[in-house]
Each structure stands twice: as C-alpha cells, then as structure tokens.
C-alpha cells in the first residue's frame, strides 16, 4: 500500500510544536505499523518557500525540502499549514502572496482517479487557509485568543470558539499549539481506523480523544491572568448570576461604566462584546453541567442561564457544532 504523503508547511516564525507534534504523531503511527510487521502508513516531509534551514518561533530550526511543484506530488497528500507569529495581525511570510497562492493549488489539485487528500492546518495557520479562500462557508476553529481576530478579517468562515479540532468538507481545522496533536490523531483514525489511532495515542502517553473543549482554556484564564481588570472583575460578577436575565446596561452599572465604554474597554482587554463574553459564560457553565453524571439537558439549560433546552440547543449548534445530547455522550 502506497503511503500518504504528508507536507509539513513551515515558515520564519512558525510554531515549533505546530509542525513537530503532527510529525511526532505520524512518526509514532510508522513506528506502530512497522512493530505490527506492515508497512510505513505515511511520508512526512517539512517544506518551505525556498527550502533550507527555517527558524521557529522557539529559536530551533528545522532542515525543509523546497515547496513541491508538481500536481503528481500532491496527488493523495495531506497539507498541514503550521501556525505561527503575525497571522492574526496579518503580517507573517505565511501569508505572502506566493505562499497563499501555493497553499490554495495544492489543496484545490486535483487528478483522476485520485485525489488530494485532505488539507488540514494546525492552529493559526487557519488564517493562512481562510486568505486563499479555502474555508469560506465552512466551519474551523483556531487558538482562542485568535477566534475573534478571525471571525473578523474573516466573515464568511463559522469560527467556533470551543472546539479542539473539526472537519468541514476535506479541511481539518484544530485549535492551538497541542491541538495539533489531536487533529493528527483524527486523521491517523481516518486513514488507520480506530485502533490504529488509539495505539499511536497510547504510545505518546496522550488522550486519544482529549476531554472537554477549548473553553477550560479562555474566560477562566483570562479572569484569573488579571482578576482586578474589567474582563475578571465582570466576569465574577456575571457568574453567580447567569440564571437571571441580564442586559448590558445592568452589566455597565455593575462595573461604574456608561455603555459605550463597557463595550470599548472589555473590546480591546479581551476582544468579546459583553453579551458575547455572557454567552461564553453560560456555555461554559452549560459545558460543566453536561459533564456531570445524571445531569439532564433540561436541568443544564435551565441553571446555565438558558432557560430552554430549544436555546441551549441553538447555542450548542452555533458555537461549538454538536446538540448538547452528543456532547453530553461524548463528555459526560
């Protein structure tokens, strides 16, 4: 069987981990076919524009093979596009226009009978993808400190905010740094199956399946990186309250601020609006509750704030893509 080909995509100021841990994953799942007596599943390969030595963010360096020309080379292949300094802010080598215009043929290539496998990107390099167009309409997700920069340069993708990795067409999309790792897992059970993942997982010492979401990672952290700013001072406020029904002004009179200044300050310290950071409050909570043994849809939709189980399930399907039963089958 012939193996996949994987193209590691790397550039000045990626992020070491975003291209070593898919690497290391697929490595891994070499080395579980090889101990099994099967043949290599894949070909890992770290490319770059040019070629030649590129420095990470790390300070490490990795050797890179040029970028491939041909569409023979990327027939059945797998583009993983790493994440690194200055794509949220728009000025990266990642996104020159030579790069984008590469990344946008080798994941459109196609020639019969077969085709291109599937493009994925690990963590901020989902701007990468969204600049060639490859993700308009579709769901992905990125870092959590990058979902709101996204969404905005970005208005035709659906960013969800919790997800550690999601598929939408052939594009993987996986949330920061680590999650890497478990969007390459996913892949190893697309292309292996399940025990072939499982194994791969159980030899890193990692979750197959990495419980909970992004959120254990957002509006808790930033609170407590700084509990006396305004994101950490509302959002205390805001949590033993989230059952009632709340309106931004009753949000500004708690916090000694007109409206408009709510919104400016809370915007530029945490980059959510205040009914966006009460929606993130009540879906962590709801998350929570969902986890706990016997808890019922009904019951988490009604402490979370939501009231309804139709609201929550709306909720659930805009932000994070599932109805509240399957993360609750999954989670709890």
Request: aromatic share 6%.
């Amino acid at each position: 069987m012939k193996p996949i080909d994987i193209w590691l995509l790397v550039y000045p100021g990626f992020v070491l981990l975003d291209a070593t841990g898919p690497a290391q994953v697929f490595s891994t799942a070499n080395d579980e076919a090889r101990d099994a007596g099967l043949p290599e599943p894949y070909r890992i390969r770290m490319v770059s524009p040019g070629g030649g030595l590129v420095a990470s963010t790390a300070g490490v360096g990795v050797m890179t093979a040029p970028l491939p020309r041909t569409g023979r080379q990327l027939a059945g292949a797998t583009l993983i596009v790493a994440g690194g300094r200055g794509l949220e802010r728009g000025d990266s080598p990642a996104l020159e226009p030579a790069a984008v215009r590469w990344v946008r043929r080798a994941a459109l290539w196609r020639a019969p009978p077969a085709a291109c496998g599937a493009a994925a990107r690990v963590c901020s390099g989902a701007f990468v993808l969204a600049r060639a167009g490859l993700l308009d309409g579709r769901s992905a997700v990125t870092h959590w400190m990058d979902a709101a920069a996204l969404r905005a340069q970005y208005p035709a993708l659906r960013v969800l905010d919790d997800a550690i990795h999601v598929k939408d067409g052939p594009f993987h999309t996986s949330a920061g740094i680590a999650a890497g790792m478990d969007l390459a897992l996913s892949l190893v059970e697309e292309d292996r199956g399940r025990g072939a993942a499982l194994d791969t997982a159980k030899r890193l010492v990692v979750f197959f399946k990495r419980p909970g979401g992004q959120r254990q990672f957002s509006s808790e952290l930033l609170a407590q990186a700084d509990p006396q700013g305004l994101h950490g001072r509302l959002t205390a406020w805001l949590r033993p309250r989230l059952r009632r029904d709340i309106d931004v002004e009753q949000m500004a009179a708690a916090c000694a601020l007109s409206v408009r200044t709510l919104h400016r300050r809370l915007r530029q310290e945490a980059g959510v609006s205040p009914a966006q950071l009460l929606l993130r409050l009540r879906m962590e909570a709801a998350c929570g509750l969902l986890e706990r043994p016997g808890m019922s849809v009904k019951r988490a939709a009604s402490q979370s704030g939501f009231g309804s189980e139709y609201n929550l399930r709306r909720a659930f399907a805009a932000q994070l893509g599932v109805v509240p039963s399957d993360y609750q089958a999954r989670f709890g």
